[in-house]
């Protein structure tokens, strides 16, 4: 099992800068890729920026270019640092995380944070 913790949302203008955290514990070692996903009210959850353990990285359309997510694999942690952020970046930010073994058998990600809150003002 692994349990992941996310934290660092808060209230931002619009312009300003926001990094978030997420932290994994238990059954780190068998962890590959991680993400960060995001929920706007009434919207479908969508991809924001993903890392294999290798630091691949995948981003959005909507955030390239403005937000970059980083892994420390000691640490079994992911960031994500958000630049020049708008209001249609206002969301609750999901970290999750998909064993290797899921990745073979092409799986989804089994696990979820518990979610922060991002605002952004205009």
């Known amino acids: 099992q692994v349990q992941l913790v996310e934290s660092g949302g808060g209230l931002v203008q619009a312009g300003g800068s926001l990094r978030l955290s997420c932290a994994a514990s238990?059954?780190?070692?068998?962890?590959?890729?991680m993400a960060w996903y995001r929920q706007a009210p009434g919207k479908a959850r969508e991809l924001v920026a993903s890392?294999?353990?290798?630091?691949?990285?995948t981003y959005g359309d909507s955030v390239k270019g403005r937000f970059i997510i980083t892994r420390y694999n000691g640490e079994a942690a992911i960031y994500l640092q958000m630049n020049n952020l708008k209001p249609e970046d206002t969301a609750v930010y999901y970290c999750?995380?998909?064993?290797?073994?899921?990745?073979?058998?092409?799986?989804?990600?089994?696990?979820w944070g518990q979610g922060t809150q991002v605002t952004v003002s205009s």
């Open positions: 999750n995380a998909r064993t290797f073994v899921a990745i073979v058998e092409q799986r989804a990600a089994e696990y």
């Open positions: 890392i294999s353990k290798r630091g691949i990285t």
């Open positions: 238990g059954s780190i070692g068998s962890l590959g890729d």
